[in-house]
């Protein structure tokens, strides 16, 4: 099996094969919101690139997450952050969800194979999925306005170590080595590591360093989100 991550969504193309398994990954903290609200009971969620769009969906009776620089955009039902999606507000509902990089990543490569949504809290189960999924298997990093992050290269080498020890793996470029070799030096404690990456920095300025601390948490839920290309619509698999 072959395994490759993409650092960012402008490097996507060049990644981009037929029949790709990719796994989108935002840890600070898209893909880790829509994993939380999935456990927590939501039906599906309809991500959308751009807040005019959401904005329609709102006007139609959606809930809507709708995020920007790390805020809640103004109209919207809910932010970003993964303790917003609680089980009284989402269980059973539709919710329409954009962000300022993870709904970019998934409009990016919504025709592969098969898309997951990946974090550290569904990583187990996320590993053993891809594994039965296909034959090559891309991590797409959403990193931050199409820079590479620091949190979603961290993933995507403690990702594919999850896959090694799994299986057999042939590396699909440099990029599964140098997030391999990122993931040695912080995995004792990831949160002391990421405290220079400049999206923590983000969060602490505005008042979501709970959100950075839940983010990193391994295996706390046992959802994995996928992209329906028919419905166009993320739901998991049951």
Known sequence: MIVDICLSPALYPY????????????????????????????????????????KRYKSEGFLVGAERKTRRVEFADFGNSPFEYTPDKVSGRDIVFTTTNGTRAIEAAKDCGRLFIGAFSNIDNLADTCLSSGERIVVLCAGWNNCVSMEDTLFGGAFVKKLSERAEIVFGSDAVRIAMELWEKARNSPMDYLKNADHYHRLIANGAEGDAAYCLQRNTVSVVPYYNRESKKLTVLQ
């Open 15 to 54: 990644y981009q094969k037929e029949n790709d398994v990719v796994v989108v990954v935002d840890i600070f903290r898209a893909t880790t919101t829509m994993c939380a609200a999935f456990n927590n009971g939501a039906a599906s969620i309809i991500p959308v690139a751009d807040i005019e769009r959401a």
